[in-house]
Structure formats: structure tokens, C-alpha cells
């Protein structure tokens, strides 16, 4: 399957709000320098031709320890985390103006408990996808084991193209709570805006069936190699 969300861990950092340390490292040690925000951009591009990137990715979400954001929130109310995304965006706009196209800027900074002292991870790829400011919800994805019981998991956004559904949120768009298949396994999202139906896609294609249920208005996924377990559904609304 191809990598649609890319996850990194910078570590190491000294200041996980210095944005110009997040982003290149200093001087010209090329070869020793530990791979920061701007080389995985440039490692893993958009689009490209031949060996050439033509195209980056523009949204990037960044997960700093959560005492850390939670002390900023405290004392600055939540200052260096606003300026950290903007810093970022500067930089990336700056560097990378000339692949970007129409797309617009956009970092999202949060916290996470899963996140060690001096570590900052980062997301980006097809399937990271951050709203803009005003931009409504347009469908809203739950699941269930059983049909009676569904949890919310997610929004989908009319430009947002694709979301990724799995067991793990560092290689997917979304965890899904209680996850009953193998790791590697995934449902795809399609959505290609508001005059389409939401088009729902698993991986590995021959590991499930999938199906819509028009009557209950949702899809069954079903494990082919578990036929004896109950059936793992996923709504879509």
C-alpha cells in the first residue's frame, strides 16, 4: 500500500518551539546532521518527475510533549504554540513557494502524551488534511462492532480527498478505537467534494469484504481470514 500519511520523529531537540531549529539545521555538515522538517519535505514530495519534485505537501501537523504545550498554555496562553505554527509556515512558504502551486500553508501544533522530552513528531502526506478556519464538516465518520453501538472517529472536510482509518494513528489519518483487524490493515475515504458519494476503499483489497448496507445507510468490513468473528462495521454519515 502506498505511504499516505509520512511520520517522523525529530529528537533530540533542545527547544521543540524553536521553529528555525525544527526546520534546517545550521551550517553545512550535511552528512552528520540529523534529518529535520525541511529535508523529510523535500525526502518524500508531493509530486515529482523523474527524480524531481514538481509538488510538496502543505499541511503539517506537529505533536510536542504535552507538558510542554500544557506549561505554554498556562504561562503565555498558548503564545508559543501559535507562533511556532506561523514561524513554520513562514519557512515553508519560503522555501518551498515555488511547489506549492495554489495550495495554502497550513500547521497545526499539539500535544501528546505519547511524546517523549525532546521529541517532536510530525505528519504529512495524501492523507493529512487540516480545515481551514471556516470551512463546515461535511461528513462525519463513526464506527461500530455491532450496529448499536457507534463512536465518533472523525470529520471529513469537502477538501479534504483522502483520510485513512486504522490501528495505529502514526500511519494513519485516524486510530479507530478498538480496531479489530491486523495492523496493517486500512479503510480508505475517497471524497471527491460534496457532489460525489464518499467512496470507501479497504487495504489489502483480498484481506476483506466490503459492502454498503443502503437499507442501515452504512458499510460492513468484514476480516475474509476470521469468517467466525462478528463483523466489524463502519458508518459514514
Not at 26 to 38: I, K, N, S, T, V
Not at 104 to 114: F, I, M, N, Q, T
Amino acid at each position: 500500500m502506498p505511504v499516505y500519511v509520512q511520520h517522523e520523529t525529530l529528537n533530540r531537540v533542545s527547544d521543540v518551539f524553536n521553529a528555525e531549529a525544527l526546520w534546517q539545521a545550521p551550517g553545512l555538515a550535511l552528512f552528520a546532521r540529523r534529518p529535520l522538517l525541511r529535508d523529510l519535505l523535500e525526502r518524500a514530495p508531493r509530486e515529482q518527475r523523474g527524480r524531481a519534485a514538481t509538488r510538496c505537501f502543505s499541511h503539517v501537523t506537529l505533536m510536542l510533549p504535552q507538558d510542554e504545550v500544557d506549561d505554554d498554555r498556562h504561562l503565555t496562553r498558548g503564545a508559543r504554540v501559535r507562533d511556532l505554527a506561523q514561524s513554520l509556515q513562514a519557512l515553508h512558504q519560503k522555501d518551498f513557494g515555488d511547489l506549492l502551486g495554489l495550495d495554502e500553508v497550513r500547521y497545526h501544533v499539539l500535544g501528546s502524551d505519547a511524546v517523549e522530552p525532546g521529541q517532536v513528531e510530525v505528519k504529512f502526506g495524501h492523507a493529512v488534511y487540516l480545515p481551514a478556519p471556516d470551512e463546515a464538516v461535511l461528513y462525519t465518520v463513526s464506527v461500530s462492532r455491532d450496529s448499536a453501538i457507534w463512536q465518533p472517529v472523525c470529520p471529513v472536510y469537502p477538501n479534504g480527498r483522502l483520510t485513512v482509518l486504522g490501528h495505529d494513528a502514526a500511519s494513519c489519518t485516524h486510530a479507530v478505537p478498538g480496531w479489530p483487524f491486523a495492523q496493517d490493515g486500512a479503510i480508505l475515504l475517497i471524497n471527491d467534494g460534496p457532489d460525489a458519494p464518499l467512496e470507501v476503499q479497504v487495504r489489502p483489497k483480498d484481506a476483506f469484504d466490503c459492502s454498503f448496507d443502503a437499507l442501515a445507510g452504512y458499510y460492513t468490513v468484514r476480516a475474509r481470514a476470521s469468517p467466525t468473528e462478528p463483523p466489524a462495521r463502519r458508518g459514514c454519515y
